[in-house]
């Protein structure tokens, strides 16, 4: 066993398989943690990510174009967000339930969806795997043809540099930007927010959109970016393991991108354990990458500090 695990540890395509499970949960998370720092928790993002997944092989499947599966998979990820912030923002709703309730709605939409585009309706029966165009790696110029580095780093799907671009991106609009420190005053103090003139709903819709949109996009790369088509409950939790990254990085950039590395890590590892023949049930591997993401973050996280303001309704005084 352990000449097995040497072996996986010193293969390229072991690293290969680490950003590529890393892409999904990095992109849902660091989309997360923006709304997160305008002070709304976001369970949500499985159903965002669930709403993303069929929105790709729907676009893709219609158009034969994946660019526009990436497309509606935003569009999708989008419109399940503004559900969530008319619940959470406008009406006052208790954000926890709301996750609940969208993460169960999506479940079943996505499904209804499917059907109805490829089953010719929401009772049809799909008789075989339904294959979409997908898309395509890209290899940097130069740069993938480095030994070694070059095919780990430089021979992806384009949302797999989209999402480590998007790390600092993220880092500047928070913390070097007006509208970061909106975004930060609205999660911690939004009524001190509101009497100097930040409109805190305004910034609230706007957070969760940008959630939506990277959900959405984390959804497609699931669904046309690996395996071309589109199965029930696809992404598996990975919504759930994204928020767990946020928490476990502090809601900082920087410890969300290793939390998701970490995960990545465990899944890639769990899929190549599989082929070990080890004596034991497949699905302790299928639960590896979810036992190491709890036991990180019972024991090295310490004491997490969100935003004040997290999960709390705003209202306006005297209103």
């Known amino acids: 066993m352990l000449e097995n695990l040497l072996r996986i540890f010193g293969s390229i395509e072991f690293y290969e398989a680490i950003i590529r499970m890393t892409t999904p949960l990095l992109l ?33 499947g219609l158009t034969d174009n994946p660019w526009m599966g990436v497309l509606l998979a935003m569009v999708f990820g989008i419109l399940t967000a503004v559900v969530y912030a008319v619940m959470a923002v406008s009406v006052g709703a208790h954000q926890i339930v709301t996750c609940v309730a969208l993460n169960m709605g999506a479940a079943g939409l996505s499904a209804v969806l499917f059907a109805l585009v490829f089953a010719g309706g929401a009772g049809g029966v799909i008789e075989e795997v339904i294959k979409v165009p997908g898309l395509s790696l890209w290899k940097i110029p130069l740069l993938g043809d480095i030994p070694v580095i070059g095919p780990i780093l430089f021979n992806h799907y384009p949302l797999v540099y989209l999402s480590f671009i998007m790390v600092p991106v993220i880092w500047f609009l928070l913390y070097r930007t007006t509208w970061g420190l909106k975004i930060r005053a609205v999660g911690e103090h939004p009524h001190a927010a509101d009497t100097v003139g930040i409109n805190v709903i305004k910034v609230r819709y706007a957070s969760l959109i940008i959630t939506g949109a990277l959900a959405g996009l984390a959804g497609a790369f699931l669904s046309i970016g690996a395996l071309n088509n589109w199965q029930e409950n696809m992404t598996s939790g990975r919504g759930f393991i994204a928020y767990t990254a946020i928490v476990f990085g502090k809601w900082e950039p920087l410890g969300v991108f290793l939390g998701t590395l970490l995960f990545g890590l465990a899944d890639a590892l769990q899929l190549r354990m599989q082929t070990m023949n080890i004596d034991i049930p497949y699905q302790f591997m299928v639960a590896f990458p979810y036992a190491v993401t709890l036991v990180v973050l019972v024991l090295f996280v310490g004491k997490a500090s969100w935003p004040a303001a997290s999960g709390a309704p705003f209202k306006r005084e005297g209103k």
């Open 28 to 60: 849902a998370a660091i989309g997360g943690l923006v709304a997160e720092k305008a002070g709304l928790v976001t369970f949500s993002m499985e159903g965002m990510m669930l709403m993303g997944t069929v929105g790709g092989v729907i676009g893709s």
